[in-house]
């Protein structure tokens, strides 16, 4: 049951749930946990991905920061949330996992990945050194919160010519920014979430490029621009990207490489 709304930042709402319906929620405690949010009646229901920004057991309280977009369920929902509106959400899962034997992180998001990327800073032991690099529409969406943590900060501002007057240059998008990003010569790790052609140009990068073990990154595709495009064009070639996984599958393949055999036919098909 929603309790609260707030607007954290011009770009992005907290809504705060609580109430019996979240005793039985059990956090996992990973910073990029997220849930299935359902909206819709009983009978025409669609679900949405969204972070667990926060949990209190306490109260219980459970935070999550809505991007605010056009024309999105979720997004729409969200700005006309009001206390006593309900919603009905899954269990919570979650994929950022720095291997033990690292000197550094880096940590890559849009708006969407804010959250996450946040809650991982807020929950760095001591010392840890993380270096950030996050787009948002510009200064005002900037998020920096409490940390042990050894953090700097990179902001891109992309409100909409993608250049900054103050610099006369171009400001660089996120996998741009990745590139140019000097890595350390020592053990790391990387964690990104941003738009999904974004997220497949950075993991291409790492994994194909860079030839990285993928123990050492977790890149996640969180939304699609043009979605509605690319779901009609999905349509019409779903039957070979099927074709694929399945054969992916029975030669054996599973996790992260079933997934990049699939993103490979998706690109082939121009998705
Ligand atoms: C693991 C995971 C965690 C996520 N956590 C969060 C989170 O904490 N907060 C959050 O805000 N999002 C989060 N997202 C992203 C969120 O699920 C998508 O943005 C989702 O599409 C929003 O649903 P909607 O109903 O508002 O819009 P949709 O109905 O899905 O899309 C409507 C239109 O809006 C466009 N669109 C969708 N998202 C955006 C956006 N962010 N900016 C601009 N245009 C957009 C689409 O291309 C489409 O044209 C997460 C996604 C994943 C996979």
């Known amino acids: 049951m929603t309790i609260s709304t707030v607007f954290v930042t011009p770009s992005m709402i907290r809504v705060r749930f609580g109430g019996a319906g979240l005793e039985k929620f059990e956090s996992t405690g990973i910073p990029d946990e997220r849930l299935r949010l359902l909206f819709g009646d009983g009978t025409a229901q669609v679900a949405r991905s969204y972070t667990v920004r926060a949990f209190d057991p306490r109260g219980p309280f459970l935070d999550v920061d809505f991007v605010v977009h056009d024309g999105g369920i979720a ?3 969200a700005l006309r949330a009001k206390p006593g509106d309900r919603l009905r959400l899954s269990e919570a899962r979650g994929w950022y996992g ?33 270096s950030v690099i996050a787009a948002v529409p510009d200064r005002a969406d900037e998020q ?66 860079l030839c990285w073990d993928p123990r050492s990154f977790d890149i996640k595709g969180y939304w699609r621009h043009d979605k509605e ?22 030669d054996g393949k599973s996790g992260d490489e079933l997934a990049r055999i699939v993103d490979d036919a998706l690109e082939n098909a121009g998705l």
Do not use: C, N
């Open 229 to 250: 495009r690319w779901q009609q064009r999905y349509a019409q070639v779903q039957h070979r990207i099927d074709t694929v996984r399945e054969q992916a599958i029975a």
């Open 144 to 209: 920096i919160v409490p940390t042990r943590g050894d953090v700097s900060y990179l902001w891109l501002h992309t409100d909409g010519s993608r250049h900054d007057r103050a610099r006369t240059v171009p400001v660089p998008s996120l996998p741009e920014a990745v590139r140019d990003f000097e890595l350390p010569d020592s053990p790391g790790y990387v964690w990104v979430a941003t738009e999904a052609s974004e997220a497949r140009s950075i993991r291409k990068y790492f994994h194909r490029e």
């Open 98 to 130: 720095p291997p033990t034997d690292i000197d550094w992180q880096l940590l890559v998001a849009d708006m969407t990945g804010l959250p996450a990327l946040t809650r991982a800073i807020e929950q760095l032991p001591a010392g840890t050194r993380a």
């Open 75 to 77: 997004a729409d929902w």
